[in-house]
Nanobody, 112 residues
Framework: QVQLVESGGGVVQAGGSLRLSCAAS????????MAWYRQVPGKQRELVAF???????NYANSVKGRFTISRDDAKKTVWLQMNSLKFEDTAVYYC??????WGQGTQVTVSS
């Protein structure tokens, strides 16, 4: 059983920054692709960024240049550094260990 626990969400003004964390347990963390998704009410969950075991990163166009995903396999943790936040970044952010394990989500609210 894999458990993923996110933290770091909150309320921030537009232009501000937040850093999300996701701590994993119960898996061989280092071999898995780790990803962050987000979802707003009434819309499909969308991929924000992922990072492979080799460190390859990929980002949604909407966050490129503003968000950075990173991981520490020894700590079994993945982070999402979010800078220059915009109102449209408001969502529940979910950590995922591909292909199927999800965290419970953390709310990010950006006030305009």
């Amino acid at each position: 059983q894999v458990q993923l626990v996110e933290s770091g969400g909150g309320v921030v003004q537009a232009g501000g920054s937040l850093r999300l964390s996701c701590a994993a347990s119960g898996s061989i963390f280092s071999i898995n692709v780790m990803a962050w998704y987000r979802q707003v009410p009434g819309k499909q969950r969308e991929l924000v960024a992922f990072i492979t075991s080799g460190g390859t990163r990929n980002y949604a166009n909407s966050v490129k240049g503003r968000f950075t995903i990173s991981r520490d396999d020894a700590k079994k943790t993945v982070w999402l550094q979010m800078n220059s936040l915009k109102f449209e970044d408001t969502a529940v952010y979910y950590c995922k260990q591909e292909p199927r394990w999800w965290g419970q989500g953390t709310q990010v609210t950006v006030s305009s």
